[in-house]
């Protein structure tokens, strides 16, 4: 497939500033939460996929074979605990660009480091009611709040990791190996769901 990267518009561009503020805001305090200046503006599910499309030069952007690389990763995962700690709710999205918001050079366009496999941590209290969030995994270092800048829509590709049988690091049954695919397809068919036949 071939990428050809445009220019991106003014509002993509301020759309990758809010996520790089937020990396560096997470560097300097990584317990405080997400700092949005009073010119900041969300964006919508629209302003996003269009602000994809600019930085990555394609309208077909989670092609099977990357859907299909990033399945055989979890079928051949010696550390399959560890990316997916019981509990950790899994948002999968697409952020074409660096912690910095920089746009991804064309060797990490090509390999699809754009699809992100964000890790939020979720405190809740006794009735399951979400009281805070982090991301902690997936984008930068620092635990940060970049899941909470994602349009509304992406909420659907997600899905929460299921307890395993056996406490011991690495032993995973072939059932929970099964398990954690069927529920990273479906959050995958969901994103590419919502980014097919994007025309901008």
Do not use: W
């Amino acid at each position: 497939m071939s990428f050809e990267p445009k220019l991106p518009s003014q509002r993509s561009l301020e759309i990758s500033k809010i996520y790089a503020q937020e990396v560096g805001r997470a560097a300097r305090d990584e317990n405080g939460s997400l700092y949005l200046a009073a010119d900041d503006r969300l964006p919508t599910k629209e302003e996003y996929l269009a602000m994809c499309n600019e930085f990555l030069g394609t309208e077909n952007i989670l092609p099977d074979g990357l859907l299909k690389a990033r399945l055989d990763f979890i079928k051949q995962d010696s550390h399959l605990k560890q990316h997916f700690q019981p509990g950790r709710k899994i948002q999968l999205a697409v952020i074409p660009f660096s912690g910095n918001g920089i746009r991804l050079d064309p060797d990490g366009i090509k390999d699809g480091d754009y699809l992100r496999t964000l890790v939020v941590m979720e405190e809740k209290d006794e009735f399951g009611n979400v009281l805070s969030s982090k991301t902690v995994g997936g984008f930068s270092f620092y635990r940060n709040e970049v899941h909470k800048l994602l349009p509304a829509e992406f909420t659907e590709c997600s899905f929460v990791v299921p307890s395993y049988s056996s406490n011991g690091p690495y032993t995973v049954t072939d059932a929970e190996r099964e398990i954690i695919m069927t529920e990273y397809e479906r959050a995958l068919r969901k994103l590419q769901e919502l980014l097919k036949g994007f025309v901008p």
